[in-house]
């Protein structure tokens, strides 16, 4: 598709902020006024239209995409995305360790269970932790603070956390990533680990390198917009 706008600005509207292309206000797919909650969020999004060239590559509206998913999918049945994200909770990748006598477990207890612990701190919970594939279920106490927590959450911040622990297998993770001092990059690293420990092991073949980098990529990129997002 050619590009069809030369001017892209923000402009506020309804209580928020919104891009307009020659003036025009941009819809999300549903067809509804894409308000932002923030200007930085706003102005992340107007870059992507600003960046593009002649050609307008799709692949390359991450943030407006995300946004796009917050109004149209996440307003519309927030219940729904939450219960998806407590999902991840119940079988959530850092709290399921191999045994205690093999060299991988003391990497997990290292790099996980510091993630782990922060999140039973903030919430005033304990979170089951499992050596195995066996499913240890969560306390209902502990998945009710969590949903109480989720729900506290904009829309926004709840379709970048939809994709964090998507890409983690993780709410634990993702949560950390809204923390202000949070390393995004160490966190997705912590929940890669089984996998960045079996190519140490064996080394990694070129195809398992690209989709790690691809999938960093997505991690970074939902960071940045719940952080915009957020304010």
Known sequence: MKRFWKEVA???HDGGWQVTLDGRPI???AGKPQVLPTRGLADALAKEFADQGEKVDPK???FRDMADFAIDMVR???????????AYAETDTLCYRADPDEPLYRRQQEVWEPIVAACEAAHGIRLERASGIIHRKQSDDALAALRARL???DDFTLAALVTLASLGASLTAALAVLEDEADVDALFAATNLEED????LWGQDHEAEVARKAKLEAFRRAAEFAKAARG
Do not use: G, M, P, Y
Request: without cysteine; hydrophobic residues 40%.
């Open 10 to 12: 923000v402009e506020e």
């Open 197 to 200: 420990w079996q190519a140490e």
């Open 151 to 153: 729900h506290r959450e």
């Open 76 to 86: 519309e049945d927030r219940a729904a995305h939450v219960a998806k994200l407590l």
């Open 60 to 62: 390359s509206f991450i």
């Open 27 to 29: 819809r999300t797919q």
